[in-house]
C-alpha cells in the first residue's frame, strides 16, 4: 500500500472527485504504510430506530437521501427491517425490529433512536483486528466471510464507546447492493420541483459523548487502539455558559475522511447538554453527525421547506461587531445566513458555514449538523459559545436545565 490519493468506490459512484473532498470534507493525502490500523473512510451509519419504515421516508423526504438497497422478512430476515439509504459518498442504515425479541428493539429500549455501529472501510480486517486485539480493544466479531451471488465481504467488529460499534468492512470482492441477505431497493419518493439533487454529499465527522472524565481514555483508544490521530481542535471549559461545559478533542484517520470529536461534560451550576445527552440516551453514544453540503443555503432551504427545524441563532450573533471582524468575507452575504440562522467560523486555514437540527428523534439526544467548508479544517469553536447557548433555550423548554 502507498499513499492513499483515490477515491473511495462509493465516492466514485457519488460522481464526486479529489479536489471537491477536499474542500466537502478535508480530505488529506497519507501513507497507510506505517499505519496499524488503516481505515480507508466510512462503509455506513447504522442505526437502531423504532420504525424504520417511517424513518426510511423521512430520511428520503426531508433529507433527500435514496433508497438503495432492503432486507426484511419478505427476504428471509424475519428479525427487523432494514432500508439502506445514500446521499452522495455515504450510506445510512435503518434497521426497526419486527421480532420482539429482536436485538434491534432492545437496542431502542434502552437507547431510543440511535447509532449502533459506525461501519468503517478497511483495506484488511485481519490485520486491523490483530492490532487492535494486541492494543486491549474487545473483540465483538471476528473477522469472517460473508458470501452471496454477489461476491464476498470480509467483515469484523470492535466495541466503542457505550453500545456503540465500529465494524470493520472490506467490501472490494463484493458488487452487490450492501450486504448478503439485502435485495436492491430504489426510492418511489418523488422529489419536490425544484429541489437539489442532493441535500449532502458526505459525512463530514460523527460526534461521540462519554462520561465525565472518560474523554482522555476514549481519545487513547482511538490513537492506541486504531492509530487515529489527534487534531488541533481542542475545547476545554474555558468555553462554557455560566452554568454548563464541556470539554472537547478530535481524532481523525490518515486521510481525514473519518473525524471524531469526543465530548465529556465539564462541571457546571446546572445540567450541561452532555449530561442531559447522556441521561436521556442511557450512557455515551454518538451525538450529532454532520453532513457534508457545497450548498448549504439550498440544503438548509430544501429541508426547512420539508419541515426540519434547526436550532435558533439570537440575531445578536450576527450584529455583533466582533463576529464581524471574526469572519470576514464570506460567500454569502451574512443577511442570508442571519435570515436561516447560519453560523460562521474561521481560523488560520479558512472558513466554514454551519447550522445544528433540533433532536432528531423523542428523546433530546442525536441530531445533525449541516457543514459547508471553505479551507477551515475545523468544527467551529468559535460558534460554540453561541451554540450553547442556543441549546440551553432548547433545554429550558424542555424543563432539563
Ligand atoms: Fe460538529
Redesign the pocket.
Known amino acids: 500500500m502507498s499513499i492513499q490519493d483515490t477515491l473511495t468506490d462509493q465516492e466514485r459512484l457519488a460522481e464526486l472527485d479529489l479536489p471537491q473532498l477536499r474542500k466537502l470534507v478535508g480530505l488529506v493525502e497519507y501513507d497507510d504504510n506505517a499505519d496499524p490500523f488503516p481505515v480507508t473512510g466510512w462503509d455506513a451509519i447504522v442505526w437502531a430506530v423504532g420504525n424504520a419504515s417511517q424513518a426510511a421516508h423521512y430520511y428520503q423526504s426531508a433529507y433527500g437521501m435514496e433508497l438503495e438497497a432492503y432486507s426484511g422478512p419478505e427476504t428471509g430476515n424475519r428479525d427487523h427491517h432494514s432500508y439502506v439509504l445514500r446521499s452522495g459518498a455515504i450510506r445510512f442504515v435503518f434497521n426497526g425490529a419486527v421480532d420482539p425479541a429482536s436485538p434491534v428493539a432492545d437496542h431502542q429500549r434502552a437507547h431510543g433512536d440511535g447509532v449502533t455501529d459506525i461501519a468503517l472501510e478497511v483495506p484488511d480486517v485481519d490485520r486491523c483486528v490483530a492490532h487492535a486485539r494486541a492494543q486491549g480493544a474487545r473483540v465483538l466479531e471476528e473477522p469472517h466471510d460473508v458470501t452471496d451471488e454477489h461476491g464476498t465481504v470480509r467483515v469484523a467488529a470492535i466495541a466503542a464507546y457505550g453500545d456503540t460499534r465500529h465494524s470493520l468492512v472490506d467490501r472490494s470482492g463484493y458488487h452487490g447492493p450492501y450486504l448478503p441477505g439485502y435485495v436492491a431497493r430504489t426510492s418511489t419518493h418523488v422529489r419536490r420541483p425544484g429541489a437539489p439533487k442532493r441535500v449532502f454529499q458526505a459525512l463530514d465527522?460523527v460526534?461521540g459523548n462519554v462520561e465525565l472524565g472518560r474523554m482522555d481514555e476514549w481519545v487513547d483508544f482511538y490513537n492506541r487502539i486504531m492509530g487515529f490521530t489527534n487534531m488541533a481542535e481542542f475545547i476545554g471549559d474555558d468555553i462554557a455558559t455560566e452554568y454548563s461545559a464541556l470539554m472537547s478533542k478530535v481524532v481523525a484517520n490518515g486521510n481525514h475522511r473519518v473525524k471524531f470529536?469526543l465530548n465529556e461534560p465539564a462541571p457546571g451550576k446546572k445540567k450541561s447538554q452532555i449530561d442531559e445527552y447522556l441521561e436521556f440516551y442511557g450512557g455515551a453514544g454518538a451525538q450529532?453527525l454532520?453532513l457534508a453540503t457545497n450548498d448549504i443555503i439550498a440544503s438548509v432551504d430544501a429541508m426547512r421547506a420539508e419541515g426540519v427545524e434547526f436550532l435558533d441563532t439570537p440575531d445578536s450573533y450576527y450584529e455583533d461587531p466582533a463576529l464581524r471582524a471574526r469572519i470576514g468575507e464570506v460567500r454569502v452575504p451574512i443577511e442570508e445566513l442571519q435570515k436561516r440562522g447560519i453560523l460562521v467560523d474561521r481560523d488560520e486555514d479558512g472558513y466554514l458555514l454551519q447550522i445544528f437540527t433540533k433532536p432528531l428523534g423523542d428523546r433530546p439526544t442525536l441530531f445533525f449538523?449541516m457543514i459547508e467548508r471553505h479551507g477551515s479544517l475545523g468544527?467551529?469553536k468559535g460558534n460554540f459559545q453561541a451554540l450553547f447557548e442556543a441549546i440551553e433555550r432548547e433545554q429550558e423548554r424542555r424543563g432539563n436545565f
Do not use: I, R, S
Request: aromatic share 12%; proline share 12%.
Open positions: 465527522h460526534v470529536p450529532h454532520a449538523e468544527f467551529g
